[in-house]
Nanobody, 121 residues
Framework: QVQLVESGGGLVQAGGSLRLSCAAS????????LGWYRQAPGKQRDMVTF???????NYADSVKGRFTISRDNAKNTVYLQMNSLKPEDTAVYYCNAVVKTDTDYAPRVYWGQGTQVTVSS
């Protein structure tokens, strides 16, 4: 019904920047919150940031001041600009969206397939 496709991951040196994108497609009626989570090897998946339908962003303390989330509602796309990257930012980054489709009674949570971000020291 709904697909989330991420792009923009890769390898970068500490202090560098990357920009992730996540495009939603399918039978979408509306998208509420959009967010990014990450999971490092051997660790749980943690919330990095999310942005509400009213464009209010929230950030994990570990990324405040370095990461910026934004959304383009016309394109059903969410972006994550990551600056001043650190080796501890290395993880698989997953896009997350709360979507109401044409057939769902209530909004559901959808996940992307993940994109690897590796920050070398």
């Amino acid at each position: 019904q709904v697909q989330l496709v991420e792009s923009g991951g890769g390898l970068v040196q500490a202090g560098g920047s990357l920009r992730l994108s996540c495009a939603a497609s399918g039978s979408i009626r509306s998208i509420n919150a959009l967010g990014w989570y990450r999971q490092a090897p051997g660790k749980q998946r943690d919330m990095v940031t999310f942005i509400t339908s009213g464009n209010n962003p929230n950030y994990a303390d570990s990324v405040k001041g370095r990461f910026t989330i934004s959304r383009d509602n016309a394109k059903n796309t969410v972006y994550l600009q990551m600056n001043s990257l650190k080796p501890e930012d290395t993880a698989v980054y997953y896009c997350n969206a709360v979507v109401k489709t044409d057939t769902d009674y209530a909004p559901r949570v959808y996940w992307g397939q993940g994109t690897q971000v590796t920050v070398s020291s």
